[in-house]
């Protein structure tokens, strides 16, 4: 046997002496910075997201770091972050945000891997913190960690990432200019008043001109349909609606005059609007395009939101995001060169728990700023511009108002109402006009120096109503139902805007979901057209005395209907129902060539009409052409073409 050297004795002694401690030596030791304990510290990131379908796979390779470290016991987890990350000469990089709420972490490189929290995978992506497989509930500079602990890291990709629809910014800004025409919005204007004039006398006669399908036709076992329509435009004479993927443009003859293809469909329901020289259509998952309404072409893309993501607490008491998707059904405002498009959450059943309302720049497609309500959307709501204020009703009865520089909400109790608001503001005479869930018909009186509410006025009209009234000669025009169920027992009503009592009523199967349009001729009661939500979906006229069918549609036409009817200037009546087509109406109108102009929204005097203007103007220059040349044969004022025109 070979004798050991007296180095290599030595070096079995150490050695065995270190064995032999393992054995007596307690598991936490004692360092120069106190007691040590382990950790197992794990970071597990996400691949680089292509489709949605990517999410299922997204953490398939496994934690960028997973190890086991032995730290002073009384370390933070932001401690312990930083001195297992924040090593460049181990390929590894962590950067933590410090602010008055404490640490926040953004990013993490490990190798070639990188994730960072708002810009990888989505602008709602971010780092969660999981303290022994449970979500962290203090920051990372509030948890000191013991011994066992599992420390993670763990990328959270945005829910919504990729869009369904991407931004597409005009560049360079488009040249606006304010281009008002004859039914620009919802209801005619972005007041939404849907009353128009016309000269002459109108006549209870009403005849068929054309009925045409448009949009995609679908099978399925209960029966074909086809894609469901937007409400409708009509500027520069023509029709303008989206079905499906696609935007017509319709001439009076309902012909198609150019089509242009959406980034995405518009869903069951669609209130597209117009100014600027500009088409602007809401689509399914928030996404808004902008489309020139000379041209067809496509200007701008505002990208699509897709989920609304609300903060709420578990059954354990976890505060855990929740995800829901977008819906498009209020209706969008145009309003001093800004988009308001407005989204709801859809919660299933019930009151809509969230909502979105967003100001777009018409010049470019950006997002200026974006308000999210976090307990009530904006269920077929709309909203109104009163000087700097957005105002609108929520499914959370109540009616907000926002600055519409900031997007801030000026009053976080807001007005409450008490049931849900689905109908659009009408903006008329200083005050506002809506209906509510419950049945319910109000008028509120609004500040628009500082932004407050004033009196209000209600008047129950039935068991339900999500009708937006129309307001004309200190009366209002309003649909709802005296019956729940489908279709339910719907109403029409005449309200006394004097002294808020019920002029008229007339019952209908199925409710009054539409906005009535109302026509006024030169004398006498005006004509008030509506829908009733029933399997005939016929267009309905109230005359002052009754109600009777303007129009029936034969039996292969019959469908239901919620649509909202719109007259062009020529005196046509445009509406459609569920049968996929559209329905072309004229009114006979005797004694003058039709025209129109929206009517003052109480019948009271405006002052001079710029047709009257225009009239004394012309006829002065008349008078002193006859006095030059007496000779001269008079000439006939023709202003049939001017008063075609709203009243902004």
Do not use: C
């Not at 919504?160 to 025409?181: I, N």
């Not at 046509?572 to 129109?596: C, L, P, R, W």
């Amino acid at each position: 046997m070979k004798r050991l050297k007296k180095g290599s004795v030595l070096a079995v002694i150490l050695a065995l002496m270190v064995t032999l401690t393992a054995f007596v030596l307690p598991t936490a030791y004692v360092s120069a910075e106190g007691e040590l304990v382990n950790v197992t510290f794990v970071v597990t990131g996400s691949k680089i997201l292509e489709t949605k379908e990517d999410h299922a796979t997204a953490y398939e390779e496994g934690p960028w770091v997973d190890e086991t470290v032995m730290v002073a016991s009384g370390k933070t987890v932001t401690d312990i972050t930083r001195q297992q990350l924040d090593d460049p000469g181990a390929g590894r990089s962590v950067v933590i945000f410090s602010s008055t709420y404490g640490s926040f972490l953004n990013e993490i490189a490990v190798g070639d891997r990188v994730n960072t929290g708002g810009v990888t995978n989505g602008l709602n992506s971010y780092w969660e913190l999981f303290i022994n497989d449970k979500s962290a509930q203090s920051g990372m500079d509030d948890i000191t960690v013991a011994e066992g602990d599992k420390i993670e890291w763990k990328f959270v990709n945005d829910p919504r990432f990729p869009l369904s629809v991407g931004q597409e910014t005009a560049d360079p800004a488009l040249a606006l200019t304010p281009t008002p025409d004859y039914w620009t919005s919802f209801s005619s204007s972005s007041f939404h008043n849907a009353a128009k004039s016309m000269e002459g006398t109108l006549e209870s006669n009403f005849k068929l001109i054309w009925s045409k399908p448009f949009g995609e036709k679908h099978e399925s076992p209960w029966g074909d349909y086809y894609d469901t329509k937007s409400d409708f435009l009509i500027v520069g004479g023509n029709l303008y609606f989206a079905a499906g993927k696609e935007l017509f443009k319709l001439n009076q003859d309902g012909e198609i005059v150019a089509k242009e293809t959406l980034r995405n469909g518009i869903g069951f329901f669609g209130r597209i609007a117009y100014d600027y020289g500009l088409i602007v259509v809401p689509l399914e998952g928030g996404a808004v395009q902008a489309i020139d309404a000379k041209s067809m072409k496509t200007k701008w893309v505002a990208e699509a939101q897709d989920l609304l993501t609300i903060w709420a607490s578990n059954d354990d008491g976890v505060w855990q995001p929740v995800n829901y998707g977008i819906q498009s059904l209020s209706t969008l405002l145009i309003a001093d060169e800004v988009a308001y498009a407005v989204t709801t959450a859809d919660g299933g059943s019930g009151p809509s728990p969230g909502g979105i309302i967003r100001a777009i720049k018409m010049a470019t497609g950006e997002t200026l700023w974006q308000y999210q309500n976090s307990t009530a959307g904006y269920y077929w709501a709309g909203p109104v511009k009163i000087g700097k204020w957005i105002v609108i009703g929520n499914d959370g009865g109540a009616l907000e108002v926002i600055d519409a520089d900031t997007g801030t909400q000026v009053d976080a109790s807001a007005k409450k109402i008490g049931a849900p608001i689905r109908s659009t503001l009408v903006h008329a005479d200083g005050k506002l006009y809506f209906t509510s869930r419950d049945g319910m018909f109000h008028e509120i009186s609004f500040n628009k120096e500082d932004g407050s509410f004033g009196t209000l006025r209600s008047v129950k009209i039935g068991v339900m109503s999500t009708s937006t009234p129309t307001i004309y000669g200190g009366k209002a025009y309003v649909g709802g139902a005296t019956e729940a169920g489908f279709p339910g027992k719907g109403v029409f009503l005449e309200i006394d805007l004097a002294t808020m009592s019920i002029d008229f009523q007339y019952e209908i199967t199925g409710d009054v979901k539409s906005a009535p349009l109302v026509i006024a001729g030169d004398k006498g009661h005006p004509f008030v057209f509506f829908t009733a939500n029933n399997e005939i979906g016929a267009l309905y006229v109230y005359d002052g005395e009754t109600v009777k069918m303007a129009y029936e549609p034969d039996q292969e036409r019959q469908n239901y209907s919620i649509s909202s009817a719109v007259t062009d200037a020529k005196g046509t009546i445009y509406y459609s129902n569920d049968s996929g087509h559209i329905f072309a109406i004229q009114m006979v109108v005797k004694g003058a060539e039709a025209g129109g102009d929206t009517l003052p929204p109480t019948g009271e005097s405006q002052g001079l009409p710029l047709v009257g203007l225009l009239f004394l103007t012309l006829s002065a220059m008349f008078v002193y052409v006859t006095i030059v040349n007496k000779n001269r044969e008079a000439t006939t004022l023709n202003d049939g073409g001017i008063i075609g025109h709203s009243r902004r």
